[in-house]
């Protein structure tokens, strides 16, 4: 990885571990997590050898091309409010990628990263928690940068995009790494100095998801509506088609319309 720690200014990746290979950031995190490891603690790796995705997945991390990230947090939270941490999260990547590609990124629901209705990114946040509060929270981002077409697999060729596949251009992972950290410290100041209030209206600024047709799979179940709006703890509220309104945690989520 270039010269990571010249581009970062802030406190969030100060104490930064940057490792070639690496079963999972995420993984390695919530280890170092358990040891104590300090608030805004970073691993990063150029490769993972088994990257996790959300909802058990495979999350393909090929070396020297894009970013596989994990930044360890110690909020003072309830365990109910870990989703604003991924909003947060969400929005954080997405301004700094704008920024940064001028690409028109975007924040499907929950936290998926895409340009136009590819996936660009993804973020995959575990918990560890001791009765009703969190003890700690790994915050893990997949993106893909500079990957080509060839580097996705097969099932995944035509819904994932990289930052290069839509640019044309090549860009410096460190730069970037550093500006999504810089995004992070700011929204996670606002979202303890301010509430939440301002960092899920400006998810819901960067969402596509909302007013869209939609189909959320929740394990066995299929619900199929209109995407309403997000609730205070990040929820997701559908206007079933069928009636009524379903507030969804977590689930997979395909734009119908
Ligand atoms: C998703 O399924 O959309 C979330 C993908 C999250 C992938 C990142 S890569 C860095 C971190 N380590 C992992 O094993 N997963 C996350």
Redesign the pocket.
Known sequence: MERLTEFIRRKAGRNLISLETV?????LAMELGEKDAIHGTVVI?DS?K??????G?V?V?PPSVN????VILRPVMKLTDGTLLTIMAAVACCRALRDATGLQVTIKWP??LMVADK?L????TETKSRGERIVFAVI???ININSGRKDFPPDVRETATSVKIETSEEYSRAVLIAGILDKMEYWYGILFEKGRKPVLQEWRNLTSTLGRDVKVTVGEKTFVGIAEDVDDEGMLLLNLHTGGVRRIAAGDLTVLR
């Open positions: 079963d999972s950031t995420n993984t790796a993972q088994k990257g996790k995705g959300r909802l997945r999350w991390s970013i596989y990230m994990s936290n998926d996936k990114g993804g973020i995959l893990g981002t997949g």
